[in-house]
């Protein structure tokens, strides 16, 4: 098999996300049905799904014919949602939130439209656009500002990726240590998880700066051959999954120094990240943490006040089989990694 095949097959295996209610209802039987938990987990089907499924809807036809009452693991998590919550006589007095995977698509939707009406959400402070109220002097942290870089190259394909926390940087750092020797990276025996805990390509193929890379390579600004990418993330998604790293993982290791001291406060964390945020923009205090690199915003990062023009966007999918594989595979191909391997 092509060796890019694997590592597009890695990079899905690594990224995927129950898609849908099937797909979920699978991935919570997968698991159970494999781990050994009581007398006969699984209705004691082992991993044959027709077993399964066919001694489950026995119970099913039990407990709604003979009013035979059960309720086992496999009871709660396959008998029907709309056997729950009184839903029979309280049907229309509900609302019905929708799940997803990516909690800032319908969940967020959905429960918004619910605060909103209930009148849970504070009153804004000022009627203005953000448009107007950011035109005042020194409102809003500038859009436009140099704060990190970090590039990674891969010269015998001609690709660089810019990568920010948070949006699959460590992925990314181990496919472009990967192009950028792919036989050592693979004598070691390593996996992209293992870039984790320590880069192989350290220093290696690492750039801090567009300009270092196009000197070093000798890379004119007009039709170069060269690719440089960056993979852009839904800010709201990517905070909360910042958040949940820095401020809801640390704390469990008890790593209260983290998050700006603030434990589970969102409010303080907010509050004060923003006042760096303001005092990095304004007073030239350069001091920087964990949370600035995981929370400041991506169009700070890899140059792109200057660069824009030269980069190409690879949205990030929770999903990557969605949105991001399509245009990373495109952009392999346009740069021939699939011809070398
Ligand atoms: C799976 O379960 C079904 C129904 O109990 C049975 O007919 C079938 O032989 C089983 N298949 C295997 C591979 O054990
Ligand atoms: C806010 O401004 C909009 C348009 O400028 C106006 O229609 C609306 O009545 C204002 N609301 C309040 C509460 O002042
Ligand atoms: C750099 O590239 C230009 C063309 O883009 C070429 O004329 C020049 O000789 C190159 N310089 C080096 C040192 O390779
Ligand atoms: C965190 O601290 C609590 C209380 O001091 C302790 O019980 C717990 O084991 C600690 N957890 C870790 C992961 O160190
Ligand atoms: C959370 O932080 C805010 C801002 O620092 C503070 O006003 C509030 O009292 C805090 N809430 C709690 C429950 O500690």
Same mark, same amino acid.
């Given at each position: 098999?092509?060796? /890019?095949?694997?590592? =597009? %097959?890695? +990079? ?14 699978? !991935? ?7 781990v050994?938990?009581?007398? !006969? ?11 399964? +499924?066919?001694? *489950?809807?026995?119970?099913f036809?039990?407990?709604? @014919?003979?009013? @035979?009452l ?26 019905? +939130? ?15 439209t +619910?605060a909103?009406?209930?009148?849970? =959400? ?10 107007? =109220? ?5 409102a ?10 970090m %590039?990674? @190259? !891969? ?5 660089v ?29 390593? !996996?992209?998880?293992?870039e ?12 801090s ?97 200057? *660069?824009r ?11 990557s089989?969605? *949105?991001?594989?399509?245009?990373? *595979? ?6 021939? /990694?699939?011809?070398?391997?």
């Amino acid at each position: 098999m092509h060796k /890019v095949l694997l590592l =597009l %097959l890695f +990079i899905l295996l690594h990224f995927r996300a129950p898609k849908n209610e099937i797909d979920a209802e699978f !991935s919570s039987h997968c698991p159970y049905c494999r781990v050994a938990e009581g007398p !006969s987990p699984c209705n004691g089907c082992d991993k044959n799904m027709t077993c399964f +499924i066919l001694s *489950e809807y026995e119970r099913f036809k039990k407990q709604a @014919v003979k009013g @035979v009452l059960t309720n086992t693991f496999e009871d709660r998590h396959f008998y029907p949602q709309n056997w729950r919550c009184d839903i029979k006589k309280m049907r229309k007095k509900y609302e019905f +939130i929708r799940y997803s995977s990516d909690p800032t698509k319908q969940l967020m939707e959905d429960l918004f439209t +619910i605060a909103r009406r209930q009148g849970k =959400l504070p009153k804004r402070a000022k009627n203005i656009s953000a448009q107007t =109220l950011c035109a005042q002097k020194l409102a809003c942290a500038p859009q436009f500002r140099k704060y990190e870089t970090m %590039l990674r @190259v !891969s010269p015998k394909y001609k690709i660089v990726n810019c990568v920010v926390q948070k949006s699959m940087s460590t992925m990314m750092t181990g496919a472009m240590c990967y192009l950028y020797d792919e036989k050592e990276y693979e004598n070691t025996g390593r !996996s992209f998880d293992d870039e984790f805990n320590g880069r192989l390509c350290k220093s290696q193929n690492e750039f801090s700066s567009v300009n270092d890379v196009r000197n070093k390579y000798n890379i004119s600004l007009r039709q170069s051959g060269w690719s440089f990418s960056m993979v852009v993330r839904h800010p709201i998604d990517r905070f909360v999954s910042g958040y949940v790293d820095r401020c809801v993982r640390l704390l469990v290791m008890n790593a209260t120094a983290q998050c700006n001291g603030c434990r589970l406060n969102m409010t303080c964390f907010i509050e004060n990240e923003y006042k760096r945020l303001m005092q990095i923009s304004y007073k030239r205090k350069t001091r920087r943490t964990m949370e600035d690199a995981h929370f400041f915003p991506q169009v700070w990062h890899c140059d792109l006040p200057d *660069e824009r023009e030269f980069f190409e966007f690879l949205p990030y999918s929770t999903d990557s089989e969605e *949105e991001f594989m399509p245009h990373f *595979e495109d952009l392999l191909q346009r740069q021939d /990694v699939c011809t070398y391997i």
